[in-house]
Protein backbone atom coordinates (compact mmCIF):
# COMPACT_ATOMS: atom_id res chain seq x y z
CA UNK A 1 0.00 0.00 0.00
CA UNK A 2 1.67 3.05 -1.13
CA UNK A 3 1.22 6.05 1.32
CA UNK A 4 2.45 9.78 1.16
CA UNK A 5 2.27 11.40 4.37
CA UNK A 6 2.75 15.42 4.65
CA UNK A 7 3.92 17.01 7.97
CA UNK A 8 5.02 20.59 8.85
CA UNK A 9 2.04 23.20 7.68
CA UNK A 10 1.07 25.97 9.93
CA UNK A 11 0.31 29.60 10.43
CA UNK A 12 3.15 32.09 9.84
CA UNK A 13 3.80 35.66 9.09
CA UNK A 14 4.62 36.88 5.73
CA UNK A 15 8.39 37.01 5.27
CA UNK A 16 8.88 33.58 7.53
CA UNK A 17 9.63 30.29 7.28
CA UNK A 18 8.28 26.94 6.93
CA UNK A 19 9.44 23.47 6.04
CA UNK A 20 7.04 21.01 4.66
CA UNK A 21 7.79 16.97 4.42
CA UNK A 22 6.52 14.27 2.29
CA UNK A 23 7.00 10.50 3.62
CA UNK A 24 6.48 8.03 1.52
CA UNK A 25 5.97 4.55 1.81
CA UNK A 26 4.93 1.59 -0.32
CA UNK A 27 6.93 1.91 -3.22
CA UNK A 28 10.52 1.93 -4.37
CA UNK A 29 11.01 5.71 -3.32
CA UNK A 30 14.29 6.67 -5.63
CA UNK A 31 12.72 5.50 -8.84
CA UNK A 32 10.09 7.72 -8.62
CA UNK A 33 9.39 11.99 -9.09
CA UNK A 34 7.99 13.45 -6.27
CA UNK A 35 6.33 16.63 -6.59
CA UNK A 36 5.15 19.55 -4.85
CA UNK A 37 1.26 21.33 -5.57
CA UNK A 38 -0.99 23.73 -4.14
CA UNK A 39 -4.66 24.47 -4.02
CA UNK A 40 -6.13 27.66 -2.73
CA UNK A 41 -9.63 28.08 -1.87
CA UNK A 42 -11.72 28.59 -4.55
CA UNK A 43 -8.59 27.86 -7.34
CA UNK A 44 -7.60 24.87 -9.02
CA UNK A 45 -4.00 23.08 -7.61
CA UNK A 46 -0.74 24.41 -9.26
CA UNK A 47 2.78 22.82 -9.07
CA UNK A 48 4.92 24.15 -7.07
CA UNK A 49 7.89 22.37 -8.08
CA UNK A 50 9.44 18.84 -7.87
CA UNK A 51 12.57 16.39 -7.63
CA UNK A 52 13.74 14.21 -10.52
CA UNK A 53 13.54 10.49 -9.61
CA UNK A 54 17.30 8.93 -9.02
CA UNK A 55 18.73 13.16 -8.60
CA UNK A 56 18.90 15.41 -6.89
CA UNK A 57 17.57 17.30 -9.77
CA UNK A 58 14.56 20.40 -9.39
CA UNK A 59 12.42 22.21 -11.26
CA UNK A 60 10.06 25.17 -9.85
CA UNK A 61 7.45 27.16 -10.81
CA UNK A 62 8.04 30.73 -11.67
CA UNK A 63 6.35 32.04 -8.43
CA UNK A 64 7.97 30.04 -6.54
CA UNK A 65 11.97 30.07 -7.81
CA UNK A 66 14.46 31.48 -5.41
CA UNK A 67 11.77 31.29 -2.74
CA UNK A 68 11.62 27.54 -2.01
CA UNK A 69 14.09 24.69 -2.18
CA UNK A 70 12.94 21.10 -2.66
CA UNK A 71 15.00 18.12 -1.42
CA UNK A 72 15.15 14.89 -1.15
CA UNK A 73 16.64 12.22 1.28
CA UNK A 74 16.62 8.75 0.01
CA UNK A 75 17.69 7.44 3.06
CA UNK A 76 14.77 8.16 4.94
CA UNK A 77 11.94 7.99 1.68
CA UNK A 78 11.18 11.47 2.65
CA UNK A 79 11.19 14.81 0.27
CA UNK A 80 11.05 18.26 1.81
CA UNK A 81 10.18 21.70 0.78
CA UNK A 82 11.26 24.51 2.51
CA UNK A 83 9.83 27.61 1.93
CA UNK A 84 11.52 31.18 2.83
CA UNK A 85 10.13 34.59 2.06
CA UNK A 86 6.49 33.46 2.66
CA UNK A 87 3.69 35.57 1.07
CA UNK A 88 -0.34 35.76 2.10
CA UNK A 89 -0.62 34.36 -1.41
CA UNK A 90 1.33 31.17 -0.20
CA UNK A 91 -1.66 30.40 1.45
CA UNK A 92 -2.58 26.90 0.56
CA UNK A 93 -3.37 23.42 1.22
CA UNK A 94 0.03 21.79 0.60
CA UNK A 95 0.22 18.80 -1.78
CA UNK A 96 3.13 15.88 -2.44
CA UNK A 97 2.59 13.83 -5.35
CA UNK A 98 5.02 10.64 -6.77
CA UNK A 99 5.30 9.41 -10.25
CA UNK A 100 7.12 6.68 -11.52
CA UNK A 101 7.93 8.63 -15.00
CA UNK A 102 10.02 11.99 -15.88
CA UNK A 103 8.70 14.03 -18.60
CA UNK A 104 9.41 17.83 -18.25
CA UNK A 105 6.68 18.02 -20.75
CA UNK A 106 3.90 16.91 -18.26
CA UNK A 107 5.37 18.22 -14.59
CA UNK A 108 2.67 20.85 -13.79
CA UNK A 109 -0.20 17.89 -15.16
CA UNK A 110 -1.58 16.85 -11.69
CA UNK A 111 -2.96 13.59 -14.11
CA UNK A 112 0.63 12.69 -14.48
CA UNK A 113 0.80 11.71 -10.97
CA UNK A 114 -0.10 7.92 -9.75
CA UNK A 115 -0.24 8.85 -5.88
CA UNK A 116 -0.90 11.81 -3.25
CA UNK A 117 -0.90 12.62 -0.28
CA UNK A 118 -3.66 13.83 2.03
CA UNK A 119 -2.37 17.39 2.15
CA UNK A 120 -1.42 20.11 4.85
CA UNK A 121 -2.46 23.73 5.66
CA UNK A 122 0.18 26.96 5.32
CA UNK A 123 -1.96 29.74 6.30
CA UNK A 124 0.49 33.15 5.75
CA UNK A 125 -0.85 36.19 7.57
CA UNK A 126 -0.06 39.74 6.22
Known amino acids: QVQLVEAGGGLVQAGGSLRLSCAVS????????VAWFRQAPGKEREFVGVVKRNSAVTYYDDSVKGRFTISRDNAKNTVYLRMNSLKPEDTAVYYC???????????????????WGQGTQVTVSS
Open 97 to 115: AATISFDVRRLPDTSNYDY
Open 26 to 33: GLTFSTYT
